[in-house]
């Protein structure tokens, strides 16, 4: 007998969903290369691109921590007032506190970068001793412009990845690619909120500012925790507690009576049993 031969063929794909998976793997492969190239270029057959031009202008955040002594809060703090708003600038926060001793604010000021320097002497004006002075700054140039060339690489494959959804044909695809997409997505909003902090914070520069009057120095507190405090402060801590003991004892005197009575009674029906 002959034997038939049968040959057997691989059922191919559809060509739609042939040419999506290949559309896939190209975005891919273009995902990755902008991911592993530097910001603002990109290589391709061989040939480099020229990269777009960057804001290169310089960003700096700079940062004041100044505490003083003054005559009267009341006076500087309406000079200061004064002094701020006419440099553009803003009271973010404002902090008081008082003692026997003195009383004290802490503002945390806003200025124009421009006017920093000016807002710096200015606000050692009419003060009585400079306790504490001390700026710094940060150079965030660098970070604005890496972090706004990935930003458009990002929402450059986002474009393409929107692309390809239109060419998915089933719910898996669907959900691949937007699963793709809400992932750039985050990306692009957490860059997006960082270049808006960084832009803030080197377009207004912050100063943290304490200035305080002595109301009365003889009730200046001293730091004394030697023994001989630590032991008066125990004995009072005890006779503290023997007191709160003693006035909760009196201030349940109802139960004692109930207490009394009960025993009372306890007492007497025991002598009875005893006798009978």
Do not use: C
């Not at 700096?60 to 009341?74: F, L, P």
């Not at 997409?181 to 377009?203: F, K, P, T, V, W």
């Not at 001989?228 to 004892?249: V, Y």
């Amino acid at each position: 007998k002959e034997v038939a031969e049968v040959k057997i063929t691989q059922l191919e794909s559809p060509p739609e969903e042939k040419k999506f998976d290949q559309e896939t793997n190209k975005y891919k492969n273009e995902v990755n290369e902008e991911q592993t190239q530097s910001p603002g270029a990109k290589q391709s057959s061989g040939t480099q691109v020229p990269a777009e031009p960057q804001d290169w202008t310089r960003k700096i955040i700079k940062t004041a921590d100044i505490n003083v002594e003054v005559k009267d809060h009341q006076v500087f703090y309406s000079l200061l007032n004064q002094k701020i708003k006419n440099l553009g600038g803003y009271i973010a926060s404002e902090e008081q506190s008082q003692d026997d001793y003195r009383i004290q604010n802490r503002l945390v000021v806003k200025v124009p970068v421009a006017q920093f320097d000016n807002a710096i002497s200015g606000i050692d004006k009419d003060v009585l001793t400079v306790v504490q002075r001390r700026i710094s700054s940060q150079d965030v140039t660098a970070e604005v412009v890496d972090t706004r060339s990935r930003m458009m690489a990002k929402k450059k494959v986002r474009q393409r990845y929107t692309e390809l959804l239109g060419m998915a044909k089933t719910m898996e695809d669907v959900f691949t690619v937007e699963k793709e997409i809400n992932s750039i997505q985050e990306d692009i909003e957490a860059a997006d909120g960082r270049l808006s902090y960084l832009g803030h914070a080197s377009a207004y520069s912050t100063i943290n500012f304490t200035y305080f009057q002595i109301l009365n120095a003889a009730a200046k507190k001293t730091d004394d925790t030697g023994f001989g405090t630590q032991l008066k402060n125990a004995l009072s801590a005890g006779m503290g507690w023997i007191s709160w003991l003693f006035l909760s004892a009196i201030a349940v005197w109802p139960l004692w009576l109930f207490a009394l009575a009960g025993y009372w009674l306890f007492r007497r029906k025991s002598k009875r049993m005893k006798v009978s």
